[in-house]
Antibody
């Protein structure tokens, strides 16, 4: 059974750096085609794709947020970490991680975590 | 960067009816990387369709995806009460990805 769980601070202050951890089980990020994606959703708004890391340690970012995001993985711990610098109240959102399958001829996010809510406020 | 525009923003229908949701890309894209996701209130999104037309595991055949180039659609036949939710199209490509703004399918 594949599961993912997001963890991190519920509250951060403006200008601080947010660090979120996605802990997963039931698959390995060393297996080809396997990736993990981070997605966020501000209250009452649409989903926003943030970043992806694949089995080969290739990393892809949202073009608009690229300068603020860093994604990394620790395969020994089955974890993927997302950092976002210079947090602002507009970054208040629920942050999700999702297992992503990408063999090159299709792509999908098939298992999602429940999400973690982050509020940015002083 | 490709943008996805979904229409309508809100669709009001009754159980048993057919829903047709549209997703338009700002430029021609590959079907391979176009997907649809369903999100119910208070829940994480879930995968419905990938590769524009392939149903994910466990998704009933009432759900179907079609399209190519810039125009894609999700059709839900014989709406069930549990189908009323927000639907997002999603595109991955050129080392980045994006979602449409969503269509809220509500009970009339």
């Amino acid at each position: 059974q594949v599961t993912l769980r997001e963890s991190g601070p519920a509250l951060v202050k403006p200008t601080q750096t947010l660090t979120l951890t996605c802990t997963f089980s039931g698959f390995s990020l060393t297996s080809s085609e396997m990736c993990v994606t981070w997605i966020r959703q501000p209250p009452g708004k649409a989903l926003e794709w943030l970043a992806l890391i694949d089995w080969d340690d290739d990393k892809y970012y949202n073009t608009s947020l690229k300068t603020r995001l860093t994604i990394s993985k620790d395969t020994s711990k089955n974890q993927v970490v997302l950092t976002m610098t210079n947090m602002d109240p507009v970054d208040t959102a629920t942050y999700y991680c999702a297992r992503t399958v990408d063999p090159g001829y299709y792509y999908y996010m098939d298992v999602w975590g429940k999400g973690t809510t982050v509020t940015v406020s002083s | 960067e490709v943008a996805l525009t979904q229409s309508p923003g809100t669709l009001s229908l009754s159980p048993g009816e057919r829903a047709t949701l549209s997703c338009r890309a700002s430029q021609s894209v590959s079907n391979v990387y176009l997907g649809w996701y369903q999100q119910k209130p208070g829940q994480a999104p879930s995968l419905l369709i990938y590769g524009a037309s392939t149903r994910a595991t466990g998704i009933p055949d009432r759900f179907s995806g079609t399209g190519s180039g810039t125009d894609f659609s999700l059709t839900i036949d014989r709406l069930e009460p549990e189908d009323f939710a927000v639907y997002y199209c999603h595109l991955y490509g050129n080392s980045t990805a994006t979602f449409g703004q969503g269509t809220n399918l509500e009970i009339k």
